[in-house]
């Protein structure tokens, strides 16, 4: 069977971004029933970007429980939180004595800390830590500890997804077949959902739309969005509307078809707003009420997370022993 999984890193609050580009379409593919999913709270990961017990606690139990609010059904999904399962460590060191320094030199996000950096004229490295060079070694330690076959996720993730894919096929060159190769799984329609500045929605830029903010508040930050200053009863354009390529991420083909025949009917940026708020609301406002319930109860979301981890560790462990032999360490009992 098809063996899906994917991770968010609970570093902040759960935003639409994440919602579209990894909850949705993991949750779609695993209610198809033949999958073999796993689906994760990568919290070792959160620890690169932020310094606050606290935070990454309550950042774990609030996307725990928008997995859970969003329609997760642990019993048929491996749930587990990423900490919980200490083969990940293991695994990452012995895929970083066969991953070359220069692969993660060519990281994304290591290579956005030196040029930012270098634009403001200090030391290359100044500020980033072992971790975030060690990102994708971590990541693609989560991914083959599980022989994941489909990773879904946003654009952004594509390159550590592919380094894993390197990392899996340098191991099994050295010491026979153990890992499955992985592949990036990312729906077009919302590759990159834009924020509300127009750059993609990202807790570094701020510029977030909280997947369960209050309907006040959602609408308030719909609002904010940039948009152009043309009058209602001007053309609009849907190319580079960050609104509209939202609206896109929610709704129908048909719904987007007619929202871009207003555009081009000079529809108001008011009424458009309006438009994408009804119809976001409308997805999310049972979501919400199940997230609130469950943000209640958070023993129970912990019960299920340590529930997942046993079952995770079931195949991880005896898993790391094989590799531990294969490599030429002790199994350990
Ligand atoms: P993270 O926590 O930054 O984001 C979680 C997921 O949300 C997607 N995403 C977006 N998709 C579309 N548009 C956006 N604006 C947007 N912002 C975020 C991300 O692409 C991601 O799918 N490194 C990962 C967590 C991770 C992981 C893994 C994922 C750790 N181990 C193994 C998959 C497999 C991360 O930081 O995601």
Redesign the pocket.
């Known amino acids: 069977t098809l063996r899906v999984?994917?991770?968010?890193?609970p570093s902040g609050t759960p935003h639409l971004?994440?919602y579209?580009?990894?909850i949705r379409p993991a949750l779609r593919s695993s209610a198809l029933g033949s999958v073999d999913a796993f689906y994760f709270l990568?919290d070792y990961?959160a620890l690169i970007s932020t310094h606050e017990p606290e935070r990454v606690q309550r950042s774990t139990l609030e996307i725990a429980a928008t997995w859970l609010a969003c329609g997760l059904d642990p019993q048929r999904v491996t749930f587990y939180r990423q900490s919980d399962i200490p083969e990940t460590t293991e695994l990452t060191w012995l895929l970083t004595c066969v991953c070359g320094k220069g692969l993660l030199n060519r990281a994304h996000a290591y290579k956005a800390a030196l040029d930012k950096n270098a634009a403001s004229g200090a030391e290359p490295d100044e500020g980033v830590s072992a971790g975030l060079f060690m990102y994708p070694v971590l990541?693609a330690a989560?991914?083959l500890l599980f022989n994941a076959h489909q990773?879904p996720?946003?654009?952004?993730?594509v390159q550590?997804i592919e380094m894993a894919r390197d990392l899996a096929s340098s191991f099994n060159h050295l010491y026979g077949p153990h890992f499955t190769l992985p592949e990036a799984v990312v729906e077009a329609q919302?590759?990159?959902?834009p924020?509300l500045d127009g750059r993609?929605?990202?807790k570094s830029y701020d510029n977030t739309i909280p997947l369960f903010a209050p309907p006040e508040q959602l609408k308030k930050l719909i609002f904010g969005i940039v948009t152009d200053s043309l009058a209602p009863g001007q053309p609009k354009q849907t190319e580079g509307s960050a609104l509209f390529q939202i609206y896109q991420a929610f709704a129908s083909a048909d719904e987007s078809a007619a929202l871009a025949r207003a555009y081009a009917q000079g529809i108001g940026w008011a009424e458009a707003k309006q438009l994408l708020y009804e119809r976001i609301e409308a997805e999310i406002a049972p979501l919400r009420a199940r997230y609130l319930e469950l943000m209640a109860r958070p023993h129970e979301v912990e019960a299920l997370l340590q529930a997942g981890a046993a079952k995770a560790r079931r195949s991880a462990t005896p898993f790391v022993q094989r590799l531990r032999h294969a490599v030429g360490l002790r199994p350990l009992v």
């Open positions: 999984l994917t991770g968010i890193k971004g994440n579209v580009g990894a990568a990961h990541m989560d991914i990773v996720v946003g654009r952004d993730q550590h919302v590759a990159t959902l924020g993609k929605m990202s």
